[in-house]
């Protein structure tokens, strides 16, 4: 997982997170919108024969005071532990 | 933040079982449904060195047909992408032969079922072959896929309201999937999927249970369900692990 960032500003980052699809961008961006100084978020990604851009680009606006890194950070670390919370329940339902 | 997940199972096989997850967003369930198809990585036939291939299929036909027989997938950490596993096949005609004449040279990697039919064989005709089987993901090619029917609906509850008028004709009302009924999980097989079989007379209103999914997986034998299930989830938490440890640099 390469990152790179396409745009920065104080409340605002675009990001380009290399080598994934929408099963991690959209469980990323879901996430993302749960967070409550997050107030917009957003990705796109266009086709493999498209040309151009073709790995996802994330966009994150955060309320004012947030660094929109910290609000990513801390939506992974909820996609983690959801990933976990889910694996837990099913296993303990099997 | 953490989610409180709730899973209850409706039907249970081996290869084939429907769960109810409570407390899933639609984009976490959706995330779940596609890792199972594209991100669980199974054993599969790559490469295949034919020794004789005197039927009546090319080399490259019969080598596809044999990437596409399931192999069961051994336990997490035993194998590493780039690992192989040979296993050949020796069969000579008049026969047809299956996926049950693969001999594997490792007792975890084995054809998860022996009746899959791979070249019928003329009499003189004979196939003999040793074949390479690697661990990838479904992403990068449909035989490495180990979940084939994996889908998710939502929840439906149900609730009669009233008795219809005596004299109308009754509408059939179809539903398919678990129904939630006073708590109680009913799949709509029970009852043909209609519902006016199960409210005869009577009207009933139907609606989607928020944050709910009956999963339906279907594995094609590589593991079992619950196998492919945990693997699912374990592939999203190592990718949000790996993108918290990018974030941080």
């Known amino acids: ?94 | 933040m953490s989610a409180e997940y709730d899973v209850e199972f409706v039907e249970r096989e081996d290869r084939d079982a429907r769960f109810l997850v409570q407390g899933i967003t639609p984009a976490f369930a959706n995330g779940i449904r596609r890792a199972m198809l594209a991100d669980v990585p199974t054993m599969a036939i790559d490469t295949v060195r034919f020794v004789e291939n005197s039927s009546v299929m090319f080399d490259e036909q019969l080598a596809l047909r044999l990437g596409l027989v399931p192999l069961t997938t051994p336990p997490v950490g035993e194998f590493v992408e780039d690992d192989t596993v040979t296993l050949s096949i020796d069969v000579e005609g008049p026969a047809t032969a299956y996926s049950g004449d693969l001999v594997s040279s490792d007792d975890l990697v084995q054809p998860a079922d022996e009746n899959v039919p791979i070249i019928d064989l003329k009499d003189g005709q004979r196939l003999e072959a040793e074949a390479d089987a690697v661990l990838d993901r479904g992403k990068d090619h449909a035989k490495h896929q180990g979940g084939v029917a994996v889908g998710y609906r939502h929840l439906q509850r149900v609730a009669a309201v009233e008795d219809l008028p005596e004299f109308e004709e009754p509408d059939r009302r179809i539903v398919r999937g678990v129904i939630e009924e006073d708590g109680e999980l009913v799949p709509t097989s029970e009852f043909d999927h209609d519902l006016s079989n199960r409210y005869p007379g009577q009207e009933v209103t139907l609606e989607d249970v928020p944050n709910s999914f009956v999963f339906h997986v279907e594995t094609d034998g590589s593991f079992s369900v619950e196998e492919l299930v945990t693997r699912a989830a374990d592939t999203i938490e190592s990718r949000a692990t790996e993108l918290e440890n990018a974030v941080q640099l």
């Open chain 1, 1 to 94: 997982m390469e990152l790179r960032v396409t745009e920065s500003s104080e409340t605002e980052l675009s990001i380009e997170i290399a080598g994934e699809d929408h099963t991690f961008m959209n469980v990323l961006k879901g996430t993302l919108l749960e967070h409550d100084d997050v107030s917009a978020a957003t990705y796109d990604v266009n086709p493999e024969q498209s040309g151009g851009q073709t790995e996802p680009i994330l966009t994150v606006k955060t309320e004012s005071g947030v660094d929109p890194l910290d609000a990513l950070e801390e939506a992974a670390v909820d996609v983690r532990e959801k990933a976990v919370a889910f694996r837990e329940a099913f296993e303990a339902a099997a």
